[in-house]
């Protein structure tokens, strides 16, 4: 059992939770990630290091309540525990040092970001960071990702907030600038990954990218998380969860993550109509 020690709401949906986890935050890396089970009936599923400390042993994890799963883990409070924390899972950030490097977040994939923008700092590469989200209530980690970052953008798609468009925006006036990026990392929505993939590959700049793939047990037994990378197979939890971002088949991994959206909506249909949550409200009642 592994317990909540703070939970901080930081927009609609999205929560912040720091677990008691001191096995974890020993051996946490940068592009780390751990399974979770909220209890003995739940699912498991993949959620990305944000931070850990090893003087208090605790994780950090940033997570979007969309599923049965992350909402179920939303009616969490402190002093409450969950299950299940196996990690840390997944090939480390390969950082490397001397660049100048554009770290782009969309959405909640900015909490992933994060500690990847931080190593990429720390190793004394040159960052410019653009986060994006559909609107300002959605924009998360602003003051942590500006204080790792050389230059730091935010875009929304309705323009409530900073520029108005899209991360491949601002993207494509730095690279038309001639800053001398020389590497983009970008972590998000599938489809901001792959348009970020496709603008960058006629600039001939490497593009990594962490793949959200579908995965159950994170060792590479169940096949699940299976992704044509270069025209080979490859598994997101032992050979990722990053790769070459002009190498992924997107549209085959689009259509695999959306091989079970009937049943996942069943599945939250079935959860909010037990008696624990408001169904107005999505909260404990």
Same mark, same amino acid.
């Given at each position: 059992?592994?317990?909540?020690?703070?939970?901080?709401?930081?927009?609609?949906?999205?929560?912040?939770?720091?677990?008691?986890?001191?096995?974890?935050?020993?051996?946490?890396?940068?592009?780390?990630?751990?399974?979770?089970?909220?209890?003995?009936?739940?699912?498991?599923?993949?959620?990305?290091?944000?931070?850990?400390?090893?003087?208090?042993?605790?994780?950090?994890?940033?997570?979007?309540?969309?599923?049965?799963?992350?909402?179920?883990?939303?009616?969490?409070?402190?002093?409450?525990?969950?299950?299940?924390?196996?990690?840390?899972?997944?090939?480390?950030?390969?950082?490397?040092?001397?660049?100048?490097?554009?770290?782009?977040?969309?959405?909640?994939?900015?909490?992933?970001? @994060?500690?990847?923008?931080?190593?990429?700092?720390?190793?004394?590469?040159?960052? @410019?960071?653009?986060?994006?989200?559909?609107?300002?209530?959605?924009?998360?980690?602003?003051?942590?990702?500006?204080?790792?970052?050389?230059?730091?953008?935010?875009?929304?798609?309705?323009?409530? @907030?900073?520029?108005?468009?899209?991360?491949?925006?601002?993207?494509?006036?730095?690279?038309?600038?001639?800053?001398?990026?020389?590497?983009?990392?970008?972590?998000?929505?599938?489809?901001?990954?792959?348009?970020?993939?496709?603008?960058?590959?006629?600039?001939?700049?490497?593009?990594?990218?962490?793949?959200?793939?579908?995965?159950?047990?994170?060792?590479?037994?169940?096949?699940?998380?299976?992704?044509?990378?270069?025209?080979?197979?490859?598994?997101?939890?032992?050979?990722?969860?990053?790769?070459?971002?002009?190498?992924?088949?997107?549209?085959?991994?689009?259509?695999?993550?959306?091989?079970?959206?009937?049943?996942?909506?069943?599945?939250?249909?079935?959860?909010?109509?037990?008696?624990?949550?408001?169904?107005?409200?999505?909260?404990?009642?």
């Amino acid at each position: 059992m592994y317990c909540i020690i703070e939970k901080k709401v930081l927009a609609p949906t999205i929560t912040k939770y720091l677990i008691e986890a001191p096995y974890v935050a020993r051996k946490r890396k940068a592009g780390n990630f751990v399974i979770i089970r909220v209890d003995e009936t739940g699912e498991r599923i993949p959620l990305t290091l944000v931070d850990s400390n090893t003087d208090t042993g605790t994780i950090t994890l940033i997570v979007q309540a969309l599923g049965k799963t992350t909402k179920a883990l939303a009616l969490k409070n402190e002093g409450d525990f969950i299950l299940d924390v196996m990690g840390p899972l997944g090939n480390p950030t390969p950082i490397e040092s001397g660049k100048t490097i554009a770290c782009i977040g969309g959405g909640v994939g900015t909490a992933e970001l @994060y500690p990847i923008t931080k190593a990429l700092k720390d190793a004394g590469n040159t960052i @410019y960071t653009i986060v994006g989200a559909r609107s300002k209530e959605l924009v998360i980690l602003e003051k942590e990702m500006e204080q790792v970052s050389d230059k730091f953008y935010i875009t929304t798609d309705d323009g409530s @907030y900073k520029r108005k468009g899209f991360v491949t925006d601002q993207l494509k006036e730095l690279l038309d600038a001639n800053l001398g990026i020389n590497m983009v990392y970008a972590i998000g929505p599938l489809p901001m990954m792959r348009a970020v993939s496709n603008l960058t590959k006629p600039y001939n700049v490497r593009t990594l990218v962490s793949l959200n793939a579908v995965m159950v047990d994170g060792t590479g037994m169940c096949g699940g998380c299976r992704v044509t990378v270069n025209g080979k197979m490859k598994f997101a939890c032992v050979d990722g969860p990053e790769f070459e971002g002009h190498e992924v088949d997107f549209d085959e991994m689009l259509l695999r993550n959306h091989s079970y959206t009937d049943m996942e909506k069943i599945s939250i249909d079935r959860f909010l109509e037990e008696p624990h949550v408001c169904r107005r409200e999505g909260m404990a009642s």
